[in-house]
């Protein structure tokens, strides 16, 4: 049966698609999404199982549904009112694993404290170790060693590692280190404005959670000469 309409989800399909990889040697890697604007805490705790029943135990990543400025979803949402953003939200909340929307069906804590149980179920060694047990005798079994020994070292290093000053809310998370990593200087820009423009955070959402009205339409980001333009600049916090 599909869920929530999406015919790509039917679980005889995901079957018989994994075991095509399986006799051919192809190891298979996936993500899972979570949508707040959909998702309850009920489905949520069933994913390991329907996960399990498809085949596709142990997903690469599992992380949330990101409104992307410019983008038909982003615009929806920012047109709900009360609004659908979260307060201060940065453009970089919108990497898909810090939360940005608020949940419709749970509390936003009570969402949060589910996306926490998912990684720690999901990536659990019990979790893992199954996935190993059911997948790896399948592709000794048409004799692709290969394949066995690259999903036995991509399992083993895939346990999650909760670093507990993360809030996963967009406005309060952590800041993500390439933020601050980039190895630029001073001499890279020709002013303290362009320098700002380029490597402050970029805020999306007021302290109300409304959009700021300069992402509800395109932005040209570059001048002919290839400076950070104008308008660009104005997305500065």
Same mark, same amino acid.
């Given at each position: #049966?599909?869920?929530?309409?999406? %015919?790509?989800?039917?679980?005889? &399909?995901?079957?018989? /698609? =994994?075991?095509?990889?399986? !006799?051919?040697?192809?190891?298979?890697?996936?993500?899972? #999404?979570?949508?707040?604007?959909?998702?309850?805490?009920?489905?949520?705790? &069933?994913?390991?199982?329907?996960?399990?029943?498809?085949?596709? !135990?142990? *997903?690469?990543?599992?992380? %949330?549904?990101?409104?992307?400025? +410019?983008?038909?979803?982003?615009?929806?949402?920012?047109?709900?009112?009360?609004?659908?953003?979260?307060?201060?939200?940065?453009?970089?909340? =919108?990497?898909?694993?810090?939360?940005?929307?608020?949940?419709k069906r749970e509390s936003l804590a009570d969402f949060i404290k589910g996306y926490r149980w998912l990684k720690e179920e999901?990536?659990?060694?019990?979790?893992?170790?199954?996935?190993?047990? #059911?997948?790896?005798?399948?592709?000794?079994?048409?004799?692709?060693? &290969?394949?066995? =020994?690259?999903?036995?070292?991509?399992? @083993?290093?895939? +346990?999650?590692?909760?670093?507990?000053?993360?809030?996963?809310?967009?406005?309060?998370?952590?800041? *993500?280190?390439? @933020?601050?990593?980039?190895?630029?200087?001073?001499?890279? %820009?020709?002013?303290?404005?362009?320098?700002?423009?380029?490597?402050?955070p970029w805020k999306i959402t007021d302290a109300r959670g409304r959009v700021l009205p300069q992402w509800l339409q395109p932005?040209?980001?570059?001048?002919?000469?290839?400076?950070? &333009?104008?308008?660009?600049?104005?997305? /500065?916090?």
């Amino acid at each position: #049966m599909p869920i929530w309409g999406k %015919f790509q989800n039917a679980v005889d &399909s995901v079957k018989r /698609v =994994l075991a095509d990889c399986h !006799r051919n040697g192809i190891y298979v890697t996936s993500g899972l #999404m979570l949508n707040p604007r959909i998702d309850d805490l009920p489905y949520i705790e &069933s994913l390991p199982r329907r996960l399990s029943d498809c085949g596709l !135990r142990v *997903p690469t990543f599992a992380c %949330f549904e990101a409104p992307i400025p +410019g983008t038909p979803n982003f615009l929806r949402l920012a047109a709900e009112q009360p609004p659908a953003l979260l307060p201060n939200t940065y453009l970089r909340d =919108l990497t898909g694993y810090t939360l940005a929307t608020h949940p419709k069906r749970e509390s936003l804590a009570d969402f949060i404290k589910g996306y926490r149980w998912l990684k720690e179920e999901l990536y659990s060694r019990r979790h893992r170790a199954a996935a190993l047990a #059911m997948e790896t005798p399948r592709f000794l079994a048409h004799g692709h060693v &290969s394949a066995a =020994l690259l999903e036995t070292l991509d399992l @083993s290093r895939r +346990g999650w590692r909760p670093r507990p000053d993360r809030t996963f809310i967009a406005g309060t998370d952590t800041v *993500p280190p390439e @933020s601050t990593g980039v190895p630029l200087t001073d001499a890279d %820009f020709d002013s303290h404005e362009e320098r700002s423009a380029v490597m402050e955070p970029w805020k999306i959402t007021d302290a109300r959670g409304r959009v700021l009205p300069q992402w509800l339409q395109p932005t040209k980001t570059f001048d002919k000469k290839g400076r950070i &333009s104008a308008a660009a600049r104005a997305l /500065v916090d």
